[in-house]
């Protein structure tokens, strides 16, 4: 396949992760408001053309981005809509991990009248999960799924024993954005953090052993895609005590958005909170962290599992959430090259992994870097 021309709208920890993976074959163009990010990834691939950029311009979309074939949306969720649509009106192809809260799917129509395609939510989680449940979904008369998952430091920091690839106000809005759930045909809505409960995965990996897994609201667009299905969750993971921490900041409110005056001084608590957040759960460069990952369907009589463990590399030097992230966008991003999916609109990766080829394609293509699911049946 002749190499293409791609941009990356963000160049973070995962932006970077599929910067480099990109550019083993493709021309790779990364844009980034700030010089650290880009600095680091040249130092990592001198191929990789690096532009800083102020991406919240969406005005200068149209002149940055007419040379690309097609666009990674890598950017912080609350600028992701915004970013996603401009993209969208320049008649661009898209693979979004953005992660915003709003409805990507209502972009749906644009991008047919642009004639793109744009697979959207495409990561881990959201991302494989929804792979797996949109191929299972073809193949059985789905009751139930379950998704948990989390990224974790594999050296546990009192107070909190966690560590963000990303930004610290993303992970804030998870853990206060209420969780929409499906129970019995019903979407119902908890608090995010609630309904914690204790879980063993040492049959996945002896060293993790009991995590404590909680409601966030991550099935996402699997409210509308799988409302046919009668009980949806998914759950993320930490090590035990984390969550009690972020309750006790959230009732004091550290994490409000109403001004409140200090020495004179007009100020957003959450701002605060994540100025202080952003030393304390900085994932530093090459620290080792891993990502576990749990997807349950049952239906017809049987039981189908997926599960994941993944560590930081030492070799390529990328995280493992950068990795299992990433390499999801990046095999998805070669699904619309290679022509395996081509089809004009907005489609979150259930509908994508309906397919065959392509469920197949993501699997083999995350295998070959080292990324290993492994597949149970009962």
């Known amino acids: 396949m002749q190499n293409k021309r791609i941009a990356i709208l963000g160049a973070g920890m995962v932006g970077r992760a599929i910067a480099l993976d990109l550019a083993d074959r493709h021309e790779v163009t990364s844009f980034d408001i700030s010089t650290s990010n880009l600095s680091i990834l040249n130092k990592r691939n001198s191929s990789i053309q690096t532009i800083q950029a102020d991406l919240s311009d969406t005005k200068s979309f149209n002149e ?19 970013t996603l ?4 009106a320049c008649g661009k192809s898209i693979v979004d991990i953005s992660f915003f809260p709003e409805d990507a799917l209502s972009l749906h129509h644009l991008a047919v009248e642009k004639g793109v395609t744009v697979i959207t939510d495409c990561g881990v989680a959201p ?41 610290p106000i993303d992970v804030i809005e998870e853990y206060t954005r209420p969780a929409r759930l499906v129970e019995d045909g019903k979407m119902v809505t908890r608090p995010a953090l609630s309904e914690r409960e204790m879980m063993d995965f040492g049959d996945i990996d002896a060293e993790v052993g009991i995590l404590e897994a ?28 984390h969550i009690e921490l972020i309750e006790t900041m959230k009732k004091i409110g550290l994490f409000g958005e109403t001004l409140v005056e200090v020495n004179g001084m007009p100020i957003r608590p959450i701002d605060f909170s994540t100025s202080l957040l952003l030393n304390e759960w900085k994932l530093g460069e090459e620290e080792p962290e891993l990502t576990i990952m749990k997807v349950t369907v049952k239906g017809n009589g ?47 990766p259930e509908l994508v992994g309906s397919d065959v080829a392509c469920f197949e394609f993501v699997l083999q293509y995350l295998k070959d870097r080292n990324v290993m699911w492994l597949k149970k049946e009962c």
């Open 127 to 167: 991302g494989m999960s929804n792979f797996i449940i949109g191929r299972y979904n073809e193949l059985m008369n789905i009751d139930s799924f379950e998704c948990y998952v989390g990224g974790l430091p594999q050296i546990r920091k009192q107070p909190f024993e966690y560590k963000a690839p990303f930004s």
């Open 64 to 82: 940055w981005l007419s040379p690309f074939d097609l666009v990674v949306t890598a950017v912080p969720g609350f600028m992701g809509f915004e």
């Open 214 to 241: 909680f409601n966030t609201d991550g099935l996402r667009s699997l409210v509308d895609t799988m409302r046919h299905i009668p009980n949806l969750k998914e759950k993320t993971l930490r090590y035990p005590g």
């Open 302 to 348: 049987k039981t189908v599992s997926y599960s994941m463990i993944d560590r930081y590399d030492p070799v390529s030097r990328i995280s493992s959430m950068s990795r299992t992230t990433g390499y999801t966008c990046t095999a998805a991003v070669e699904l619309i090259l290679q022509g395996l999916f081509g089809k004009k609109g907005v489609f979150p």
């Open 85 to 88: 649509k401009a993209v969208i």
